[in-house]
């Protein structure tokens, strides 16, 4: 199987990186900043970051922004 991919829009990254490394044994791959980082274990990997970074924050067409719910934040209003 090759390597698997999931993005999470999350709070707080540092707290996740904590989360993620202490109690389910991923490794931080990759830390550029304070809101983005990527982590794995085997053939997964996460990418964990805030809404803001990387224009995953930015308004949609309907005027929410994405949110760790999985929709916009004007979807659930």
Do not use: K
Not at 32 to 59: C, H, K, S
Request: charged content about 15%; hydrophobic content about 40%; some cysteine.
């Amino acid at each position: 199987m090759g390597t698997v991919s999931v993005r999470y829009i999350v709070d707080d990254v540092e707290a996740a990186i904590a989360f993620y490394t202490q109690r389910l044994g991923f490794g931080v791959e990759f830390h550029p900043g304070p809101g983005f980082v990527m982590l794995a274990r085997g053939d997964l990997r996460l990418l964990l970051n805030t809404p803001e970074v990387a224009g995953q924050g930015w308004p949609c067409p309907t005027g929410g922004v994405p949110s760790r719910e999985g929709g916009t934040a004007s979807s659930f209003r």
